[in-house]
């Protein structure tokens, strides 16, 4: 590939310009990343070393582009927010975050998954550790960044106020309290790649998975094809947050029960309450058996990922709403994947293959009641190893009169039930509410 690259100095910083000088904006020319560059002081990352100083920092700050040992930027989809804020002379390109009294506020690990190079491919191990870990690189000016955060959160879940005044959820002080509120730790990750293992998991090859991300994001990033050497990508993408209920160490003990539900993103159900899938009830379903477990001893997990419309974003999945509502014989569950196909050309890219990581970093070996009727959560999860004792539907009381056409079409299409799966007269009878009815 023809790429040019211009080994200047890229911020400015030994320009005699005042004005550049001050406002620390890049100067003129650029620099492209796609050959390596002299002077180049990367540090190797050794991917599923057992201790982080061995496995080697992630390092995908800008600040000196001769560190950097990975292909993307940090914070995932906020990365193209933080460049425009660059751009706009409101941040310095060179700023570097101040991590002093940023860790993690438990602890977390480590596990024997984080030095199993096929168990965790998505995210860095010791992303919350980067501080402590490496800071003595950081004192000597590398800009090591953490990819993952852990911090106390109290959740306020409405429904939880209602559970409690029917006298369906009692609190006990510590979990669930007096006033209806959870306490947890919740724990935000940033997606993290390395290129051999997800090519592996995904059962395709490295050089074909380069070629399809650099092709498929309008040539955004040339090093996938032309840096074979830097194996660990940082996707713009959202990452995924983790919810625990009980003692993080319960995570990981088998003699402790644990509940989970996995929980793909719904902005308009989970945040709005869009009656038109289950996913918010589903998911405060899931908070509730969650809350439960902890309260007896065990421990509750929330896995929420950034997978709006089964990661084929909430645009398309508006119009797929539209398509479903205006076809003829209206909205019914024998065609419901179908219209999701005529749009999108495929019905669900969210890929649970990558999934499991987020379990395997907490340690979890066996969820004892798993909050999910879908059968690709349920595989993927099983195909790592981790097994699974009970799996958990939504009661039929939860789901939204407009949501039974995605619930009858996903039990028809191999999704968990402790009912006989829908017949087609079945699914041809279920209808959802036309256009007109809004």
Known sequence: ??????????????????????????????????????????????????????????????????????????????????????????????????????GPPVKLGPHPQWSNPEKIVSLDPFGHLAGEAFKDLIADGIDIRPTIAVAKARLTVPEFKEEMRAGRLEPDGTIVLESGEINCTKVAIEPVWYLPGVAQRCGIGEQDLRRALFEHTGGMFPELVTRPDLQVFLPPIGGVTAYIFGEVSALADPARKLACRVHDECNGSDVFGSDICTCRPYLVHGIDICARAAQEGGAGLIVYNRKEGRALGEVTKFLVYNARKRQAGGDTADAYFERTECVAGVQDVRFQELMPDVLHWLGVTRIDRFVSMSNMKHDALVRQGIEIVERVPIPDALIPEDARVEMEAKKAAGYFTEEPQPDAASLAETKGRGLPEY
């Not at 023809?2 to 005042?18: E, I, K, R, V």
């Not at 927010?81 to 751009?87: D, E, G």
Request: aromatic share 6%; hydrophobic share 35%; net charge neutral.
């Open 1 to 102: 590939m023809g790429f040019l690259a211009y080994y200047g100095d890229p911020w400015g910083q030994n320009s005699d310009d005042a004005e550049m000088s001050e406002t620390r904006r890049p100067a003129k020319h650029i620099v492209l990343t796609s050959h390596p560059r002299d002077g180049e002081k990367r540090l190797p990352i050794a991917w599923g070393a057992a201790d982080p100083r061995a496995r080697g920092p992630v390092v995908g700050s800008l600040t000196d582009p001769s560190q950097r040992n990975v292909i993307g930027a940090h914070s995932g989809s906020y990365a193209l927010y933080r460049a425009l804020a660059i751009a706009a002379g409101s941040l310095s390109p060179l700023h570097k975050p101040d991590l002093t009294d940023t």
